[in-house]
């Protein structure tokens, strides 16, 4: 019998945008809090643009760091608004924001205002910087942290421009090399000084040159490093010649770490992405079956699967306002002059932006 998921009746504002702060917002939803994503009336969240557009309003990036939220859209331009986010910050146990420090206080959402009205809220602030410092005040993304962290100087082709990683990294293991077989790549992690002993006495058993596994030059870290390009030389030769599926194998039987450096379609189908339910199905009501990422962690006992599709824009108005007590009349006056904006109304887009 599954249990209770360990966040259920815990509510949660989302007051973010991009990636940072809705993963935040995702996680949580999947462990059972009700989530309430909070967006501007118009174009919402730039996520909602993010590359692979579906439509004029989601993205499969949107889809994937929003499902299972329910979905507002608020003018807080409107007094109306503002006693709206007020309200609904009085009723949650959690709000979640990664703008500009001091950027939410303009509009009474900020730490100081809230916490004096809702003493029991946890107020998640997510920045580039932190709060304090001479840049504390700067926007921050990925490109700008592979720059500023020094991880971008320290790859690459000396002499030559640094590259781009092109991903959101939160940590990296430095001590992968990659070599190309006969009909793909593959990484070999036998960095450590008994994996390359295992690793080279069986290159040299398996057609490799001989004295490869027993050459003393090779067995430690620094040796290894002072010879790269010759070693290099012996692996890309020997490696070349092969399959992939082949040299993992060889390497499977001395206890050598090692991958295939997959395609998407390739990682969607791994026995043990399956295995682990890393992709889920959704059925959305206007795109069909949408096959999203799950969740990498685990409850015991606990089904985090989220089968809720990410909110239209404004979807649950309605619902969340009258939940706060507002008057169905007070909802009505509300969506009328904009105050609450639903996907496809036009009428005060363009004026509050």
């Not at 939160?170 to 390359?196: K, N």
């Not at 057609?207 to 596994?213: I, L, N």
């Not at 339910?277 to 206007?286: C, D, W």
């Amino acid at each position: 019998m599954s249990q209770a998921l360990p966040l259920a009746g815990i509510r949660v504002i989302d007051y973010s945008h991009f990636l940072a702060g809705p993963y935040v917002g995702r996680c949580l939803a999947a462990l059972g809090a009700e989530v309430i994503k909070v967006e501007r009336p118009g174009s919402g969240d730039a996520g909602r643009q993010h590359a692979f557009t579906l439509d004029d309003q989601q993205s499969g990036y949107f889809l994937q760091m929003n499902m299972g939220k329910q979905g507002v859209s608020v003018n807080m331009k409107d007094p109306r608004g503002k006693a709206f986010m007020q309200r609904l910050a009085d009723s949650a146990d959690v709000f979640i924001e990664n703008y500009r420090p001091g950027a939410l206080d303009k509009l009474g959402l900020g730490y100081a205002e809230l916490s004096v009205r809702n003493p029991r809220l946890v107020y998640c602030s997510i920045s580039a910087y932190g709060h304090t410092g001479p840049d504390a005040h700067r926007a921050g993304f990925g490109l700008i942290a592979e720059a500023k962290s020094g991880i971008m100087q320290m790859v690459g082709v000396p002499g030559e421009a640094p590259p781009l990683l092109r991903i959101s990294l939160g940590d990296m293991y430095t001590g992968i090399h990659a070599f190309r077989a006969a009909d793909g790549d593959l990484v070999i992690a036998a960095q450590v000084d008994d994996a390359w002993q295992r690793f080279a006495a069986m290159l040299e058993a398996n057609g490799g040159p001989e004295g490869f596994g027993s050459d003393n030059r090779y067995h430690d870290l620094n040796g290894r490093n002072a010879h790269r390009e010759a070693i290099l030389a012996v692996v890309r030769d020997w490696a070349g010649a092969r399959s992939v599926a082949e040299i993992l194998a060889l390497l499977d039987s001395v206890d050598i770490p090692s991958a295939k450096v997959q395609r998407i379609d390739e990682v969607s189908a791994d026995p043990q992405i399956q295995a682990r339910n890393m992709v889920i199905e959704q059925l959305h009501p206007r795109y069909g079956t949408l096959r999203l990422p799950n969740l990498p962690f685990r409850f015991s006992g606990c089904d985090t699967t989220i089968h809720q599709v990410a909110p239209d824009l404004g979807q649950h108005n309605a619902e969340v306002a009258a939940a706060l007590g507002f008057s169905p009349e007070e909802i009505t006056a509300m969506q009328a002059d904009g105050v609450l904006f639903t996907h496809g109304d036009t009428r005060r887009a363009t004026a509050t932006q």
